[in-house]
């Protein structure tokens, strides 16, 4: 049975940084792209970043760019999200997702196209 389960959120004062976890369970990393998303109370889910099965493709959102680090430990079959420079616009659940691979296990995409696996989510709250 395909699993992920996120960790790592929680209460972090603006411009301090935290690191979610994805871990997988029930395949293996190198045959899916993940990706992570986030979802305001009341808004569209929204692509975050994400990596591609292979590992040697990311993508980030625009909101992401310079601030938040995707990253993967094959051995233990886990994603990563650096977040840095956390903002309080940066609050809501944020989930990872996995889509198979591809032909070529080189492409990941943060348009939430094709992922069908997903995670229960970890709160993140950016505070003073």
């Known amino acids: 049975q395909l699993q992920l389960a996120e960790s790592g959120g929680g209460l972090v004062q603006p411009g301090g940084s935290l690191r979610l976890s994805c871990a997988a369970s029930?395949?293996?990393?190198?045959?899916?792209?993940i990706g992570w998303f986030r979802q305001a109370q009341g808004k569209e889910r929204e692509g975050v970043s994400c990596?591609?099965?292979?590992?040697?493709?990311?993508n980030y959102a625009n909101s992401a760019k310079g601030r938040f680090t995707i990253s993967r430990d094959i051995a233990k079959n886990t994603v990563y999200l650096q977040m840095n420079s956390l903002k309080p616009e940066d609050t809501t659940v944020y989930y990872c997702?996995?889509?198979?691979?591809?032909?070529?296990?080189?492409?990941?995409?943060?348009?939430?196209?094709?992922?069908?696996?997903w995670g229960q989510g970890t709160q993140v709250t950016v505070s003073s």
């Open positions: 997702a996995a889509v198979g691979g591809g032909a070529t296990g080189s492409v990941c995409n943060v348009e939430n196209i094709g992922y069908d696996y």
């Open positions: 029930g395949f293996s990393l190198k045959y899916f792209a």
């Open positions: 990596i591609s099965a292979n590992g040697l493709t990311t």
